[in-house]
């Protein structure tokens, strides 16, 4: 029998930030970390982050056996989470890189036309590209595009996301 | 009227319409007829129609706060949107109308919502145009009075999208 010895080259390449240097950079923890790892990053201007979407996530926990497939689509809120949550990764990982450390618990500020002009589904992978506008302060204003595949599935025209001392939060 | 969590038996809402008595956000949330992160209200009156008021206790045992955030749990900016969202169509299809969340048209956080904090929402639910797409506007508060969100969002009716 010939055990042939598996090629590891792909898998021991590091993306620019994994899984463990997104922990590092967002407080958020299993179940809503919603973001795998960030394959494009250029400091202050733009981030390309993946998501992985599966049936073991919660949100299709508890689904009824009648439900069709556009039931399965991918929540609205979560796809705005990860969205988020890549905008808030490219603004607080360029402030690092910058010498900054950033202080304080990221809340939503708002957004603006967020439109959801298709569906992820089990199995698909995620795309989020998000570039950075401005930042003012503890607030930063940043804009971007969800893909499945080659299927741009949403286009966020604006959002801003703020860091909040703990203290101060009402 | 009232719709909650025994009266949506034939409603599209992930509300269990089996199990009323577990009720409790998160904990159970068997039978959603379409995929949710949470079950994001616990009453939903509807006085008339067009309009609704929704009603959610903020649990920190709810699906996804456990990590957000491990050192101070807030019911996430995005759970208000589903709040919204799964409210609006509840009420839709208590009228008969199925329809999914096409657009985050607007959406401003004013106040954080932590565990015992009691959210109430009050919605305007438009009329399906020509398009099978609708307006819905919201308003969110805390149980002491404190505006948490605004938000305007758009549906579109399932058999409009099918066409």
Redesign the interface.
């Known amino acids: 029998m010939t055990v042939e010895t598996p090629d590891t080259t792909v898998h021991t390449t590091q993306a620019p930030l994994e899984h463990a240097d997104l922990k590092r950079i967002l407080?958020?923890?299993?179940?809503?970390?919603q973001l795998d790892r960030v394959v494009e990053f250029e400091p202050g201007r733009r981030i390309v982050a993946i998501k992985a979407v599966t049936g073991t996530e919660?949100?299709?926990?508890?689904?009824?056996d009648?439900?069709v497939h556009?039931?399965?689509?991918?929540?609205?809120?979560?796809l705005?989470?990860s969205m988020?949550q890549a905008s808030a990764a490219l603004w607080l990982h360029s402030a690092i890189l910058a010498g900054e450390q950033p202080r304080g618990?990221l809340?939503?500020?708002?957004?603006?036309?967020?439109?959801?002009e298709g569906a992820a589904y089990p199995g698909d992978v995620l795309r989020h590209i998000v570039e950075l506008d401005s930042t003012k302060g503890d607030n930063a204003f940043m804009h971007g595009e969800t893909w499945a595949g080659d299927r741009r599935i949403v286009t966020a025209d604006s959002m801003l996301v703020a860091l909040r001392d703990?203290m101060t939060?009402? | 009227m009232t719709v909650d969590t025994e009266t949506t038996d034939r409603t599209r809402t992930p509300h269990s319409a089996e199990r009323p008595d577990e009720g409790r956000s998160g904990v159970d949330n068997a039978g959603k007829s379409y995929a949710a992160p949470i079950r994001a209200f616990d009453t939903l009156d509807v006085p008339e129609p067009g309009t609704a008021v929704a009603v959610k206790e903020i649990v920190a045992e709810d699906d996804y706060l456990s990590g957000h955030y491990p050192h101070l749990t807030i019911y996430p900016g995005v759970f208000t949107i589903e709040t919204v969202q799964q409210a609006a169509r509840a009420a839709l299809a208590a009228g008969g109308i199925d329809a999914m969340l096409t657009d985050v048209t607007s959406v401003r956080f004013t106040g954080t919502l932590v565990p015992g904090d009691t959210m109430t929402t009050t919605l305007t639910i438009g009329t399906p145009d020509d398009d099978g797409s609708l307006v819905v506007k919201a308003r969110c508060h805390r149980q002491d009075g404190r505006n948490c969100a605004r938000i305007t969002l758009r549906l579109r009716t399932r058999e409009a999208q099918l066409r």
């Open positions: 407080a958020h923890r299993h179940p809503i970390l919660p949100c299709y926990g508890g689904l009824s009648d439900a556009a039931d399965h689509a991918y929540p609205a809120s979560l705005m989470e988020g618990t809340v939503f500020g708002s957004a603006r036309e967020f439109t959801i703990d939060l009402t």
